[in-house]
């Protein structure tokens, strides 16, 4: 888990009329600070006697400073994915919000509170201002009142904060202190549904007050994804589906790739009313595979809108993603950049020169060896007219997920128990639930085994 520590400066204390005259984010792992961004602000205003007095931020110092507008996306960028921390953190938000606000953007990050935090976890404390707290915990201010100073302070609180929760109770608290800024919400959602997601790789489903399946979703994390549609108000679309939910339900599946599966069939089945609305992700690209008049497998990626009458070997979502995909399989089984497409030249590949191709773009490998370790490299996009049990992870450690494919057709996927090591193939089939077998989860299955390792594949 990411932390973005922050702390600000402003001319005055209502975000309303007020602005910031300095802000520091020191990103946070647990254990260490991985990045950080410290700027003074122009606030665009006059900065009163009093402040300055506080802070030593004069007018002065902030004239060539950047404007709010000049680092909005260094503050989105740094913070996105992460959970914003500041001592007092509604106030220091509040203030952030209000800027974003005026820039016509919506800001929206969980947060924690390191003040509130610090009264569950360290209670008996007189004064729980930063200032005094830090100094009864022996943690060092320096540059008090400055950005920069409080919010390394406010990371050393943090840090000790995380070391002090070892106890089950202790880190729900912890857990509980996020605030994922929730709002607008259905009367009808329960808060207590939130409670129990888990954080574990799974579908969830959201529902109208009528019980209808409205949106249906996968994430490797089920908790964090659903917290970040309830918070989200980026769009118009957005905001109708988080108003329109009224209950949440789910279902753990372990596996990324049953997850990828359960919703593929799962959409099909309820067709739910904001999964149509979104835009499809068509497989516009493919990798091509054709003979040259020389006898040697030349790989190409095109549109699969040029190649119709040609079946493609596997395909991508966009370019980027194939070219990166094709780079792997020539660093991996040495194939000639030329003869891939990815390096033109009238003589030997770049490749070549540095020796890690072995000379089939100027004819000194012969087309049958090359060939071979082009089929090699191929073959890990082929399952047609094969059988397979793709084995992985399962919903808890005792448990492997079993995805089954036979003569090429997808078959399902079930869960095994891993108490009995001796089971027979016979065995780990019996486990398998039926699904419908169609060109999503050909396309699903062979993307994701193309793209990631798993357990285990039985062939038989």
């Not at 027979?424 to 169609?438: A, T």
Request: glycine share 6%; aromatic share 8%.
């Amino acid at each position: 888990m990411l932390y973005a520590v922050v702390d600000i400066e402003i001319t005055g204390g209502s975000p309303a009329t007020e602005k910031i005259t300095e802000i520091a984010i020191y990103v946070f792992d647990g254990d260490k600070v991985v990045d950080e961004f410290v700027t003074l602000v122009n606030p665009e205003k006059n900065i009163p006697y009093f402040i300055t007095s506080l802070t030593g931020i004069s007018n002065e110092m902030v004239t060539d400073a950047p404007k709010f507008y000049e680092i909005a996306k260094q503050v989105v960028e740094i913070t996105e994915n992460k959970i914003l921390v500041a001592h007092n953190a509604s106030f220091d938000y509040k203030f952030i919000k209000s800027e974003f606000k005026s820039l016509g953007y919506d800001f929206t990050r969980e947060n924690m509170c390191t003040l509130r935090l610090s009264r569950k976890l360290i209670p008996g404390h007189k004064s729980y201002s930063l200032g005094k707290l830090c100094a009864n915990l022996g943690i060092e201010i320096e540059n008090r009142h400055r950005a920069a100073g409080d919010a390394l302070a406010t990371v050393q609180l943090l840090e000790l904060l995380l070391e002090r929760a070892k106890n089950p109770e202790q880190k729900e608290v912890i857990k509980n202190s996020i605030s994922p800024n929730l709002k607008n919400l259905h009367p009808d959602l329960d808060k207590k549904t939130m409670d129990i997601l888990p954080e574990e790789t799974g579908i969830y489903y959201f529902l109208n007050d009528q019980k209808q399946v409205i949106y249906i979703g996968k994430s490797k994390n089920i908790r964090k994804r659903v917290m970040s549609h309830l918070s989200n108000n980026g769009s118009r679309r957005s905001i109708e589906l988080k108003e329109s939910i009224a209950s949440i339900d789910f279902e753990i599946t372990g596996s990324e790739l049953v997850a990828l599966l359960v919703e593929s069939s799962e959409i099909k089945k309820h067709v739910p009313r904001f999964n149509r609305a979104q835009k499809r992700k068509t497989m516009q690209y493919g990798l091509y595979a054709q003979k040259d008049e020389k006898g040697y497998y030349r790989l190409a990626i095109d549109k699969t809108a040029n190649r119709i009458n040609q079946a493609p070997e596997t395909c991508f979502q966009n370019k980027r993603e194939s070219a990166a995909i094709l780079s792997k399989l020539i660093e991996r089984h040495w194939l000639c950049q030329k003869l891939c497409g990815m390096y033109d030249t009238d003589g030997g590949c770049f490749h070549y020169e540095i020796r890690q191709c072995n000379g089939a773009c100027i004819g000194k490998e012969s087309a049958d060896i090359y060939n071979k370790r082009v089929m090699k490299a191929l073959s890990a996009f082929y399952y047609q007219q094969k059988n397979m049990l793709i084995i992985d992870t399962g919903r808890e450690k005792t448990e492997r997920s079993v995805v089954q494919l036979e003569n090429g057709k997808y078959i399902g996927f079930g869960f095994l128990g891993t108490e009995n090591s001796y089971l027979q193939l016979e065995d780990i089939k019996d486990c398998i639930r039926m699904y419908e077998d169609n060109r999503d989860v050909q396309q699903i299955i062979r993307t994701y085994l193309t793209k990631h390792e798993v357990e285990k594949i039985i062939r038989y």
